[in-house]
């Protein structure tokens, strides 16, 4: 597969429109997962315009940086962004979070789309609670392994043991697919871990930009009401689209 690259971000363009020049750029939730679950959702799209894929530099399976930091991504991504505009920047999960702390994306970008993320660092706490409200399987031993030894296989150990938080049991099936089609990264996840998601605070709200904010109540990691409790974020130029019966990655249901 031939990739283009943009400041060591890595792009894959699964689409491309001679009609327009607006591009879709797809960033991966974690960090520490390769955006490669994203294709199978993107390609069903029916949209005007070219779709691109994106793995952050030194994530998933784009090893092409020794060190991993904040001012690294954030630069790349505006360079990206500068590069393919007119675009719209489309997140999940993570990549939703660390989208929120670059105001600057609002000048370059046409739309912001969330999926599945949360307005601060109050979703850890939300986690704590989804763990008792449903009865769901303690991470403490896989979490312990990982940061004992956060290597690639113990990533990916962490995820299958949050199998229950990701997916409502009607989507496991979809989600093994995902999980087992998806490059894990574990240095760019104790990167974050360590750096990013401990001190997270949203640093912008949209005033202008068109906004969707897509959600599930039933998401057992990032449920909906995270952003929807947010007074900030009930603006004109901003939608919300509330789901009921999906996980973190909705659009498999």
Partial sequence: MKYKYIDNYRLNKIKSDPNTSLNWIFLPGGPGMG?????DFATKLNVPGSIIICDFPGDGSNRNVDQINYTLWKDGLLNLVKELQPCILVTHSFSGMFALTIPELESYIKGLILISSAPNKGWMLELANSTKHYNLPDLSSSLKEFYKNPVDENLKNIFYATKAYLFLPHEIEKGNVILETTPFNGKSRMWADLNFHPIYEHKWIP??????????????LLPSKLMEQQKGFHRPNIEFLTLQNAGHFPWIS
Avoid: F, N
């Fill in 35 to 39: 955006a490669e679950y994203l294709i």
């Fill in 207 to 220: 005033q202008t930009l068109p906004t969707l904010i897509i959600g599930s109540k039933d998401d057992r």
